[in-house]
């Protein structure tokens, strides 16, 4: 009889309970923890650095004038610059500081004065069809800067002679 209980015994399966094992198992799990969060802050940290936040609008692109507003929401009180390109072209560069107090009438800043006004009668533009995009230039770590588009397309507009 004592053969055939020890037969038993050595055919079941023993869960693994020793004190290293469990040890072990919750040095793994910590790690893979502690890699998730790291992998979660190198993330947030990045997109807030490298793609901050801007919001504005062009108003209105014609053969006389480029105008429209521009505001970091993070940072409603401090004028950000803008840069015009026509026809994908560094054309004209300012801050966005002239008042626009239906921004803040909208709820958009408490600051008015976040919008810019682009006198095109000083440029020689071709006749025809030209495209209009004011970027946001930001600041980010270090001396770099970006470039963020104010609208998700460039504005078309006509210049006759």
Not at 61 to 69: K, L, Y
Not at 90 to 98: F, G, M, T, Y
Not at 140 to 149: Q, S
């Amino acid at each position: 009889m004592g053969a055939i209980d020890g037969a038993k015994e050595i055919l079941m399966l023993r869960p693994d309970s020793s004190v290293p094992s469990r040890l072990l198992k919750a040095i793994v799990a910590k790690s893979f923890i502690e890699i998730i969060l790291v992998c979660a802050v190198a993330t947030l940290a990045a997109f807030s650095t490298f793609n901050p936040r801007s919001r504005g609008a062009i108003d209105a692109a014609d053969q006389r004038r480029v105008a429209g507003w521009a505001v970091a929401p993070e940072a409603p009180e401090v004028a950000i610059e803008v840069q015009l390109f026509i026809d994908e072209k560094l054309v004209a560069s300012k801050l966005a500081d002239q008042k626009r107090i239906d921004l803040v009438r909208s709820g958009v800043t408490s600051n008015p004065n976040h919008g810019f006004h682009f006198d095109l009668t000083q440029i020689c533009l071709a006749p025809g069809r030209h495209t209009a995009q004011v970027y946001a230039l930001r600041h980010v770590a270090g001396p770099n800067k970006i470039l963020l588009p104010i609208a998700k397309q460039p504005r078309v507009f006509e210049v006759r002679r």
